[in-house]
């Protein structure tokens, strides 16, 4: 099993659950959260003022999913939350010892 972590532009959230939708997905957590990258944040003019804005605000995604449909959901991820922009995010795949589901006491992919 595998951990697939996503960082996303907000507005591609939909499609991104869209597409994980299409391919099966069940389980999803989302996150409302803020960083940069090589943008380094951005500038705005608000009331006349500039000011520099250090972090910006994504989404990440967290799902775990088997081995055999990691590339599917990876791919997926990548193709809709693809912009061609600098920020469209990164997607980050790590291992999964154990998953054990509370309320049923199941484990392993059962679980999932």
Known sequence: MKKVEAIIKPFKLDEVKEALNEIGIQGITISEVKGFGRQKGH??????????????????????????????????IETAAKTGRIGDGKIF???????????TGETGEDAL
């Open 43 to 76: 500038t705005e003019l608000y009331r006349g003022a500039e000011y520099v804005v250090d972090f910006i605000p994504k989404i990440k995604l967290e799902i775990i999913v088997s081995d055999a449909i990691l590339p599917k959901v990876v791919e997926a």
């Open 93 to 103: 795949v790590t291992p999964v010892e154990a998953v054990i589901r509370i309320r």
